[in-house]
């Protein structure tokens, strides 16, 4: 019982003080307001839930932590990204300070390095669906390509983007060394967000 009490007083005193902040964060990344207060709820309890959480003391990075990585799974599962969505999940840096705008600017030049290296036909759709916004009727009309061809072109892009922001965020995970253990490519890797590995 004293540990549970001592549990709540933790969550009531690192962790909720900070729901503010990650909703804000949140709410530029996901504008469904039913989705936006359906995450923070997932994020809260997710972090309530860890068992490790005597070591958690910086209760904002670790919410920012957790609801970054529920926002790539959630994009993995779709299989549908943008381009604003990869450069937005930097918001979900633990501190908006110098250090984590340098780390926004480097996942940016990552993000951009990633689109150029696309095939010349790929990377012409991907941007202007992704960050013009043109419609495929009128990227097809724009590169006199079929709407199908411009779907396949689309479908291509995003899975090479998210195959290689998936690597970086892996090679992420396993340079943070904490977290919970999850299946990657049929192996075990160490991610933020869950069960922390016993010390």
Known sequence: MQRVRA???WFKTVILPHEAALRGRLRRILPSG????????????RAYATENWENVTTGRAY???????LVIDAARRNKVVSF???????LLQAENNVEAQL?????????????DSLPVQCRR???????????????????????ST???HLAKAIAIVM????????TDFERAGVGTTVKLRGRERDRSGGRAPAR
């Open 84 to 90: 604003e969505t990869i450069a937005d999940l930097e």
């Open 7 to 9: 549990k709540l007083e």
């Open 163 to 170: 195959r290689a922001w998936a690597e970086r965020e892996e």
């Open 34 to 45: 039913h989705e936006l207060e359906d995450m923070v709820a997932e994020v809260l309890t």
């Open 63 to 69: 919410l920012f932590t957790i609801a970054r990585n």
């Open 125 to 147: 759709v991907f941007i202007l669906r992704r960050v013009h916004e043109k419609s495929m009727l009128e990227i097809a009309d724009d590169m006199s390509l079929s709407v």
């Open 103 to 115: 780390q926004a600017r480097e996942a940016l030049r990552q993000v951009q390095t990633i689109v």
């Open 150 to 152: 411009v779907e396949k």
